[in-house]
């Protein structure tokens, strides 16, 4: 599985973003999909997850209330729809997939597939 993120950019606080994760391999709607993101100095930060059917999609606290993931599975896509950014959501957005089929988890320690990160960055 092959994985690249990409939507970023620069934006100003309360703008909104979508992130888009394509995926590749014919497999690729069997997987659980995480969104995570990583600032300068900081640890790397679960932000939201979601299952190959779409359903029952987990997500940190700290952005539940902004953040939407979904998921196209004919297009092997992955998306993170946010809202209302703040400018300490400034940093590197991943998006990653577990080893196994049919699994997600909040903790990136679970996921082995990473794309290439996208760069979001909020100004006041």
């Known amino acids: 599985v092959q994985l690249q993120a990409s939507g970023g950019g620069s934006v100003q606080a309360g703008d909104s973003l979508r992130l888009s994760c394509i995926g590749s391999?014919?497999?690729?709607?069997?997987?659980?999909v995480g969104w995570f993101r990583q600032a300068p100095g900081k640890d790397r930060e679960f932000l939201a997850a979601?299952?190959?059917?779409?359903?029952?999609?987990l997500y940190a606290d700290s952005v539940k209330d902004c953040f939407t993931i979904s998921r196209d599975n004919a297009k092997n896509a992955v998306f993170l729809q946010m809202n209302s950014l703040k400018p300490e959501d400034t940093a590197v957005y991943y998006c990653?997939?577990?080893?196994?089929?049919?699994?997600?988890?909040?903790?990136?320690?679970?996921?082995?597939?990473w794309g290439k990160g996208t760069l979001v960055t909020v100004s006041s």
């Open positions: 990653a997939a577990p080893e196994t089929t049919n699994t997600y988890y909040t903790s990136w320690r679970w996921y082995r597939y």
């Open positions: 391999g014919r497999w690729f709607g069997s997987y659980g």
């Open positions: 979601i299952k190959w059917s779409g359903d029952s999609p």
